[in-house]
């Protein structure tokens, strides 16, 4: 069975940093391209960033560009997304999501960490 | 980077068919056949009910359908249950970026 179980959020204050961690399990992780998709409360979903299975291609949302970083460690069955620099908007429920092989779109998310950003 | 476009809102009875539409432009939809739909249901994460404008995954109910014509994607859900309702969200490839709409809450009446 995929899971994805998503770690690290809480409460922040602006400009501080944040770490977030994906645990995935039920298959083979360094085969699939992942995501960070979040969303504000009470807002719809926006994605953030994504991140290739070998880590060559990565992308990023304008919103987030040059303060977050993606990486995963495939030893570790592992998705990160560094956030710097944090701001009010970047309160959200963040979910990791893994980009099918075959069905080509977002097919298994985790059940999202909630990150606040307030002082 | 710009939001797809949904309507906020639908409506419909059980039994009958709704259909939300998503417009986007020739940079995204237009240009390639990557829409996905996610129904989410309170407090839940996104689930994937169509991929490539018009696959359903294993599980999906072939109540489920969708199209598309031109920047514009369409979800449409026959024969409404109670269950259906729910927020729905299109998405779509963008080159080196994935958009997402705004989201569509569905309510049955």
């Known amino acids: 069975e995929v899971q994805l179980v998503e770690s690290g959020g809480g409460l922040v204050k602006p400009g501080g940093s944040l770490r977030l961690s994906c645990a995935a399990s039920g298959f083979t992780f360094s085969s699939y391209s992942m995501n960070w998709v979040r969303q504000a409360p009470g807002k719809g979903l926006e994605w953030v960033s994504s991140?290739?299975?070998?880590?060559?291609?990565?992308y990023y949302a304008d919103s987030v560009k040059g303060r977050f970083t993606i990486s995963r460690d495939n030893a570790k069955n592992s998705l990160y997304l560094q956030m710097n620099s944090l701001r009010a908007e970047d309160t959200a429920v963040y979910y990791c999501a893994r980009h099918g092989d075959y069905v080509r779109a977002f097919d298994y998310w985790g059940q999202g960490t909630l990150v606040t950003v307030s002082s | 980077q710009s939001a797809l476009t949904q309507p906020a809102s639908v409506s419909g009875s059980p039994g009958q068919s709704i259909t939300i539409s998503c417009t986007g432009t020739s940079s995204d939809v237009g240009s390639y056949n990557l829409v996905s739909w996610y129904q989410q249901h309170p407090g839940k994460a996104p689930k994937l009910m169509i991929y490539e404008v018009s696959k359903r995954p294993s599980g999906v109910s072939n109540r489920f359908s969708g199209s598309k014509s031109g920047n514009t994607a369409s979800l449409t859900i026959s024969g409404l249950q109670a269950e259906d309702e729910a927020d729905y969200y299109c998405c779509s490839y963008a080159g080196s970026s994935t958009l997402f709409g705004g989201g569509t809450k569905l309510t049955v009446l």
């Open positions: 991140i290739s299975s070998s880590s060559s291609y990565i």
